[in-house]
């Protein structure tokens, strides 16, 4: 399979695929244009005279301030460096590659602004195993995950670290290795880099993909429980579940008839004089279903985060106009995450 960048649908799947390997992806054709259009649109806008929010003007109190041609290169390179402020122990290298992954999806989407040659400097990095490494605290989720994307990408200016291995380097080192420059950012570049729900999301698909896991293990560990103690496998029939139509419920209590079929205990406790098994043992359906039914749900937010545009302002190539919003914003992850903790 070939999960093509910007244009196919990510899942929890694909994306967990793409991270170890087991699954390629690409730029393609159709996603460079919209990438390049995009640019365009970006270009046009950083030259004019019309004042457009983080394309030619300052940030925050300073949106109304614009910025000249000269000062644009610095004031993007500067905003990275300004917002790398995160603290604290390193998060692991596989959450920064699934930043990097989400992220390139998110940029190829066109809608960013971002040019081809930023994008295909990612990808390198990714092809490299040349993973950035990010501090865990820093992240306000209310404007995005500015000090975290900070330092993800402080490697494509030639600042910031790389893991190697276990053990950490400067990137400058790295790309010096590698036989790469650092890279100049144009207008709109730095922001678009900065602003999005990546660190966040990465956390999401790393302790969903964990949760499915061990609900797995959990109704094994069930059945293996009630086959050991000569339980019934009453509680787990269809027509008990079928008046209480709740989706995990009837999974799992499925799933259990099928580790129970065949099972010599189950036959040893049809005619015993036991009335009914502990909560335990029954209540596994409901239990185990309910967290599945939140683990689903907890999933269908994060697959539309996977395919959304998160930064902010927004071009619209085939308007020719930008949007500006709040697309950043991480409650919608947040909440989920509540839930799923």
């Known amino acids: 399979m070939t999960f093509r960048y910007g244009i196919d ?5 694909i994306v967990c695929g793409i991270a170890e390997g087991t699954i390629k992806a690409e730029l393609c054709q159709e996603a460079i244009d919209k990438i390049n259009n995009s640019r365009k649109n970006v270009d046009i806008m950083a030259s004019s005279d019309k004042a457009v929010y983080g394309i030619n003007t300052g940030f925050g109190p300073l949106c109304d301030t614009q910025i000249s041609p000269a000062q644009t290169h610095l004031l993007q390179k500067n905003l990275l460096i300004t917002h790398a402020v995160g603290v604290g122990e390193l998060i692991d290298k596989s959450i920064s590659k699934l930043m990097l992954i989400t992220k390139v999806h998110a940029l190829s989407q066109g809608f960013s602004g971002i040019r081809l040659d930023v994008v295909e400097r990612i990808l390198k990095f990714i092809e490299l195993d040349l993973i950035p490494t990010v501090p865990e605290q ?6 995005g995950d500015l000090a975290p994307l900070s330092h993800l990408f402080l490697p494509l200016i030639g600042e910031g670290e790389f893991w190697q291995g276990k053990e950490v380097v400067t990137a400058a080192d790295a790309l010096r290795d590698h036989k790469l420059e650092p890279l100049e950012l144009h207008a709109k570049e730095g922001l678009a880099l900065i602003n999005g729900t990546q660190f966040i999301l990465s956390h999401a698909i790393t302790a969903l993909k964990k949760m499915r896991y061990l609900l797995d293990l959990a109704d094994v560990a069930g059945a293996m429980s009630i086959e050991g103690m000569q339980g019934s496998q009453s509680p787990f029939r269809a027509e008990l579940h079928q008046i209480r139509p709740f989706a995990g419920n009837i999974e799992v209590a499925t799933r259990m008839r099928r580790f129970f079929s065949g099972s010599q205990n189950m ?23 309910a967290s599945k039914d939140t683990i689903d749900y907890v999933s269908s937010i994060v697959e539309v985060e996977l395919n959304s545009v998160t930064d902010n302002p927004l071009i619209f190539p085939n308007e020719k106009d930008y949007l500006e919003g709040g697309n950043f914003h991480g409650q919608p992850i947040a909440l989920v995450m509540d839930f799923m903790s």
């Open 9 to 13: 649908q990510l899942n929890l799947d």
């Open 138 to 143: 820093g992240s306000v989720g209310a404007s």
């Open 267 to 289: 036959n040893s406790h049809s005619n015993c004089s036991r009335v009914q098994d502990p909560y335990s043992l029954r209540c596994i359906p409901q239990i185990h279903g």
